[in-house]
C-alpha cells in the first residue's frame, strides 16, 4: 500500500515535472545556452530524486537485499525497471553469481552497483550505462561505465561532494574488495569493482 502511494502520488509527479524541463530544455538550447545549463542541472536534481523515489519504492516491495539465497541480478533489473527511463539505456549484463554469492557480499555488491547506477543515471547525461558483473576462480569483478559528462575524481574529492563515492568504498571495503573510479571531463565514467569471494557454494556469512 505505502509503496503504491509513494510510486503514485510523488514518483509520477516527479516524472511529470521531468517530461516539462525536457520540453523546456529543448526550448532553451537554440536561444539561451546559459538557461539551458540551468535546466539541465534541475533536470539532474529532479532525476536524482524521482531515481531515490523508485529506490524506496522498490525496497518497500523486495524482500531485503541480505535474504539467503538474494539474487543480485534480479535486484539490479528490478531496480532497473523501477527507474522506469528511457534515456540513457542501461545494458545489464551478469554471469556467473545468481543466488550464491554469501550474503553480505551480496549485499555490498548490489547496494554498490545501484548507487553508482543512480549516479550515472542522475549525473552523467549519458546516452549509455553498461554494467556488468561477473564471478570467476574466486573473484567477483563489477563494472558501472558511461558515455556521459565525466568529471575530474581530484576536484570533486576537493569539494567534497563523494558523499555517494565513499559510502561505495566503505562497503566494498567491508567485504575486502577495491573500488576504482576511472573518469574525465567529456570521457565518461568507469566505476569498477573488486571482491574476493572464498566460498562458492555458501548463501551464508
Known amino acids: 500500500m505505502l509503496a503504491r502511494e509513494v510510486h503514485d502520488r510523488i514518483g509520477s509527479g516527479l516524472a511529470l515535472a521531468l517530461r516539462r524541463l525536457d520540453m523546456l530544455e529543448t526550448t532553451a538550447a537554440g ?21 531515490a523515489t523508485r529506490q524506496v519504492t522498490s525496497a518497500l516491495r523486495d524482500s531485503p537485499p541480505a535474504a539467503a539465497g538474494f539474487s543480485v541480478e534480479d535486484a539490479l533489473r528490478s531496480f532497473v525497471r523501477a527507474m522506469e527511463i528511457s534515456e540513457p539505456h542501461v545494458d545489464l549484463r551478469v554471469d556467473g553469481m545468481d543466488g ?48 556521459g559528462d565525466g568529471f575530474d575524481p581530484a576536484t570533486v574529492a576537493r569539494r567534497g561532494s563523494t558523499n ?5 568504498r566503505e562497503r566494498i571495503q567491508a567485504v575486502g574488495g577495491v573500488t576504482t573510479v576511472t573518469s574525465a571531463p567529456r570521457r565518461g565514467t568507469r566505476i569498477t569493482l573488486w571482491v574476493p569471494v572464498k566460498e562458492r557454494n555458501s548463501r551464508h556469512v
Open 164 to 168: 555517494g563515492l565513499l559510502g561505495m
Open 31 to 51: 536561444s539561451d545556452p546559459d538557461a539551458a545549463e540551468r535546466l539541465r542541472q534541475v533536470r539532474a536534481a529532479v532525476v536524482d530524486v524521482l531515481c
Open 100 to 147: 550464491l554469492l554469501p550474503a553480505t557480499v551480496a549485499d555490498a555488491v548490489f547496494l554498490a552497483v545501484r548507487e553508482a547506477l543512480r549516479n550515472a543515471v542522475a549525473h552523467a547525461n549519458a546516452g549509455h550505462v553498461a554494467v556488468h558483473l561477473t564471478w570467476d576462480a574466486g573473484e567477483l569483478h563489477a563494472s558501472v561505465a558511461d558515455d
